[in-house]
């Protein structure tokens, strides 16, 4: 009884551990496909539960999510001869396990291979513009051809090119001085450019504020010049009328005023006494 109790007991352990051996998982985010004897089989699995033949057959997961390659930096020329610090990173998946890992095994491969394709695309496409147009305008347009032109190579990989840009453009330390200084010289020229114009503005500003000002005066002038000529010939008529009601006392007061004006600060004269200015005293 122990004896048949023992065989039942390690049959059963056996069938379980075979089984056990014999069924593998796929997750929602990964697809598998199996290898048997170092040939991958023809079949993709999904997420779920599968079967497969223990020892013989290995099972080889792979991501079914979006994945992110980074690269590293390195310099591109430009169609103006300058050099550009380019870093860019892609995203891709993996939509034909069986191509994958017959071509590129792994993800470590697959890097290697849209390492030299983007470049290589990056180059090309960067090499047609001038250093201004990428750094502004044109960045958009020339990833999206980058990314059209890559996608082609890598297909044959099992591999979905999803997206390519440029995380950033810088120019080497050794040209950066040399940018600096430009930039440094341009904006001295237009600050000079516009302090020149902002003081021929000025010189319009002033003569033309010198003028108002003559044309000003000039009319004042000739206004208070009118005023005094009428003011003239006020006086002369009403001295004309006043002499003509009486002209024996206008004389008297000329003279007066004559006198007073002759003899004051003790003024020493020698006259006739028959000179016409001294004919009020005779």
């Known amino acids: 009884m122990n004896t048949k109790t023992t065989a039942l007991f390690i049959a059963a352990l056996v069938i379980i551990l075979g089984v056990s051996m014999s069924v593998f998982t ?3 985010t990964e697809q598998a496909i199996v290898i048997q004897l170092g040939r991958p089989l023809e079949g993709i699995y999904g997420p779920g539960i599968h079967f497969k033949i223990p020892y013989i057959q290995q099972v080889v997961r792979f991501e079914s999510r979006i994945l992110v390659y980074d690269a590293s930096p390195t310099e591109i020329l430009t169609k103006d001869k300058k050099n550009l610090v380019v870093d860019n990173y892609a995203k891709w998946r993996i939509v034909n396990p ?3 890992y017959r071509t590129v095994r792994n993800e470590l491969g ?12 990056i180059r090309v496409e960067l090499g047609q513009h001038d250093l201004s147009d990428i750094v ?9 051809r980058v990314l059209t032109e890559s996608a082609k190579p890598i ?15 810088d120019l080497p330390e050794q ?17 000079k450019q516009y302090r020149s114009e902002g003081a021929e503005e000025s ?26 000529g009428e003011g003239d010939a006020k006086a002369v008529k009403i001295y004309a009328d006043a002499y003509q009601k009486d002209v024996e006392f ?5 003279n007066l005023d004559a006198y007073k004006r002759s003899f004051k600060d003790k003024t020493k004269m020698l006259l006739s006494s028959e000179s016409r200015f001294m004919k009020d005293f005779r």
């Open 26 to 28: 796929v997750d929602q």
């Open 98 to 100: 069986l191509t994958f």
């Open 110 to 121: 697959a890097r290697s291979r849209l390492d030299d394709i983007i470049y290589s695309q």
């Open 136 to 144: 502004s305008i044109t960045r958009g347009e020339i990833m999206e």
């Open 155 to 169: 297909k044959k990989y099992g591999i979905e090119l999803v997206d390519v840009r440029i995380k950033r453009a």
């Open 175 to 191: 040209n950066e001085k040399h940018v600096f200084d430009r930039m440094k010289a341009e904006r001295e020229r237009q600050a």
């Open 203 to 228: 010189q319009k500003i002033t003569t033309k504020a010198d003028m108002e000002r003559e044309i000003i005066l000039a009319k004042a002038y000739k206004e208070a010049e009118e005023i005094k």
């Open 250 to 254: 206008f004389e008297y007061t000329r």
